[in-house]
């Protein structure tokens, strides 16, 4: 009897039955807790996530925002409640709520791993980004904050960045596991983990987009500026040592949080300025974040302004940031320091590329062949500009070159079986991708090209395995699910087609490939107008995407069709 006026008790009773399924039960024990103590913060919490795995959003708020009424430093439950308004698309609320926390909390890890999602669901996928990268900076091992950065990068097209994020996540963690929402209890001197994986298979799909809303850049800005760490008080650093030999040695193994935090390490005693920006602008230019990479670069210039590994990376990061023009004229001056440096010209081609002189490019790329003979990437972005300028036989021509000098390079591969399909030599783009996948398993826009160009070629039985295993691998690669809803198609299993594009609108509603072919299926029911409302909403989202292309012809046979049956009708 005493014990059951114990709120503490009931609490503890709830997140038992919780964690064992039991969620009515759970429930009604976090009531009997609150009940006993209508202002204990943990029960409010609970209570809350029970109510949100029972798909009751409105009321799993008001208990969130009751926790954090009754204890305003509860960071599990400011987490819940941003989690909550971020899957209910209220983004901005979910931002400030995450900003709150990291105000205490500047390296909370899942705090600036929910910044990102909400950023990436914004479409801001630099920010986004920035803002995983920060989770993984906290948390190395955190594997769905790396998932998430390699599903970014991709939106960025850093493909290669990706695949390297993919790679330590399987690592990591062979599923993607999104983030869940937190139980609490009273310990005295532990922080348990007691996450609960949210119902997604009870997940409400909505129709209705993010909410018109007024918000503050300013706020994004305080996210990311706000919270910097104050310098360390600069130390002697010892004669006659390396102090940033351990930062290289990590850097050298893909150990990137390491390296960073060894820079950082060796500035704050006193190291050489110009060398540690390098070398963490370095840090940040391989794992694709190359905003930070030339903050990095450009303060390591402003110490050395003629520093050639600053200006290279500077130049280097503004082509990838799609600024080679103003890249420009660091590779000319490179280029005329260093005429006869492989990397200086492999920058300056790619830099005359980019910014619209090929035939600057290519004569460069003579030159870097004639230095390094046997650079196999040399050859890569020959291919690259001949294909560009439409030389489709000079682009193969070079791509094979590539291969005879470096025939594990995958992404040469890929590129040269997609000119292969486009001169219908199925057969030999056929080898090639499976050459890529040989080298890189994981390579996933390899997959989905040789899924893609088997279903062309009427083997889509054959595709379906590969579609498959690339799922497991990761269960919300969208192109994927999209690739395997055709494939289903064609294999005439509509029903279980539909349920991949609906798992595709479910989490991205304006994904433009399951808008289209959610569209194909109303026009099949001949719901001709709300079709076409979708081929609109692909047409505004992606005027220039191939799914765009196909939403256009698709919208001129259903007006056709709408207007033959309107006459039948009036006749």
Avoid at 105 to 128: H, I, S, T, Y
Avoid at 314 to 341: H, I, N
Avoid at 489 to 504: C, I, N, P, S
């Amino acid at each position: 009897a005493r014990n059951a006026t114990s709120p503490k008790l009931w609490n503890e009773r709830g997140v038992t039955l919780h964690q064992d399924g039991r969620y009515a039960e759970a429930e009604e024990s976090y009531r009997r807790a609150i009940a006993v103590e209508p202002g204990y913060a943990l029960a409010h919490n609970n209570l809350g996530v029970a109510l949100a795995h029972a798909g009751h959003g409105d009321a799993a708020l008001g208990e969130f925002r009751a926790a954090l009424e009754a204890q305003p430093g509860l960071a599990k439950a400011r987490l819940n409640l941003a989690l909550l308004l971020s899957k209910a698309k209220r983004l901005p609320m979910a931002l400030e709520a995450y900003r709150q926390v990291l105000v205490t909390e500047p390296e909370q890890p899942v705090a600036w791993n929910g910044v990102g999602l909400a950023l990436a669901e914004m479409r801001k996928f630099e920010d986004a980004r920035n803002a995983f990268a920060r989770a993984i900076q906290a948390r190395p091992e955190y594997a769905e904050a790396h998932y998430n950065l390699s599903f970014t990068l991709s939106n960025l097209g850093d493909f290669e960045g990706a695949l390297r994020e993919t790679k330590l996540a399987l690592e990591l963690e062979p599923y993607y596991v999104a983030q869940k929402f937190d139980l609490a209890i009273d310990l005295q001197y532990e922080d348990p983990d007691l996450s609960i994986q949210p119902d997604l298979g009870g997940e409400k799909r909505a129709d209705e987009g993010i909410a018109e809303f007024s918000f503050d850049p300013a706020l994004l800005d305080t996210v990311f500026t706000q919270l910097a760490p104050a310098p360390a008080p600069a130390a002697s650093v010892p004669v006659g040592t390396d102090p940033y030999g351990m930062a290289v040695d990590f850097l050298s193994k893909g150990f990137f949080d390491r390296a960073q935090v060894e820079a950082w390490r060796a500035l704050a005693h006193g190291a050489d300025r110009t060398a540690g920006n390098v070398l963490l602008g370095e840090t940040f230019a391989r794992q694709g974040l190359h905003g930070e990479a030339l903050d990095r670069y450009r303060e390591a210039r402003r110490e050395t302004p003629d520093d050639l590994a600053a200006m290279r990376g500077e130049a280097w990061s503004l082509v990838k940031l799609g600024q080679a023009v103003e890249a420009r004229p660091l590779a000319e001056e490179l280029v005329l320091r260093a005429s006869e440096d492989i990397d200086t010209l492999m920058l300056a081609a790619a830099v005359r590329a980019a910014s619209g002189d090929p035939a600057a490019a290519l004569a460069t790329l003579d030159t870097a062949r004639r230095v390094a003979p046997m650079r196999a990437d040399v050859h890569q972005q020959m291919g690259a500009i001949a294909r560009r300028l439409g030389d489709l036989e000079g682009a193969i021509l070079a791509y094979r070159h590539a291969l005879s000098l470096d025939p594990a390079f995958a992404g040469v591969r890929y590129e040269l079986a997609r000119l292969l399909i486009e001169k219908r030599q199925y057969r030999d783009a056929e080898d090639e991708l499976l050459a890529a996948l040989d080298a890189v398993p994981t390579y996933a826009e390899a997959t989905l090209e040789l899924a893609t160009l088997r279903r062309m070629i009427g083997h889509a039985d054959t595709a379906l395995p590969l579609l498959i295993d690339l799922l497991q691998r990761d269960p919300y690669h969208f192109d994927a699910l999209i690739a395997l809803g055709e494939t289903l198609l064609v294999l005439g299993r509509k029903q279980d087609a539909v349920t991949a594009f609906t798992r595709v609108l479910r989490f991205d509603p304006n994904h433009v490939g399951a808008l289209y072919h959610e569209g194909v299926l109303l026009a099949e029911r001949r719901r001709y107008r709300e079709a076409v409302d979708r081929w609109q909403r692909v047409l505004t989202l992606e005027p220039g995407g191939d799914f765009a292309r196909r939403a256009r012809r698709e919208i001129r046979s259903a007006t056709d069709l709408q207007r033959i049956f309107a006459d039948r009708q009036a006749s």
